[in-house]
């Protein structure tokens, strides 16, 4: 497994989790990278994304202002820090390496996917 995320769990409506997604075989080397969630039923969606080197965060409109992105490159990991979640933030989250620094909200622009881990926000 090239990325490995964890973090995810159960968490009150309002609470906060932060998710980490570590990158074992350097494929975040000079990328962008993101978060995207598929919830039950649903397609999956982009989330929250950051450049290689940091500093251009951009997120879907149903986050902003809650969730916040952002990696340590010399970790190789990626995080993505939640507030403020809601119910419909429910969902299992995937981290993904791109191909290229560029920032990109498609799932098709991204080449390396890990696991998922489960996000579910009880009311």
């Known amino acids: 497994v090239q990325l490995q995320a964890s973090g995810g769990g159960l968490v009150q409506a309002g609470g906060s989790l932060r998710l980490s997604c570590v990158d074992s075989?350097?494929?975040?080397?000079?990328?962008?990278v993101a978060w995207f969630r598929q919830a039950p039923g649903k397609e999956r969606e982009f989330v929250a994304g950051?450049?290689?080197?940091?500093?251009?965060?951009y997120y879907a409109d149903s986050v902003k202002g809650r969730f916040t992105i952002s990696r340590d490159n010399p970790k190789n990991t990626v995080y993505l820090q939640m507030s403020k979640v809601k119910p419909e933030d429910t969902a299992v989250y995937y981290c993904?390496?791109?191909?290229?620094?560029?920032?990109?909200?498609?799932?098709?622009?991204?080449?390396?996917w890990g696991q998922g881990t489960q996000v579910t926000v009880s009311s």
């Open positions: 993904a390496s791109a191909y290229s620094s560029a920032t990109a909200r498609k799932s098709d622009q991204y080449r390396y």
């Open positions: 075989r350097r494929t975040f080397n000079n990328n962008a």
């Open positions: 950051i450049n290689w080197r940091g500093g251009d965060e």
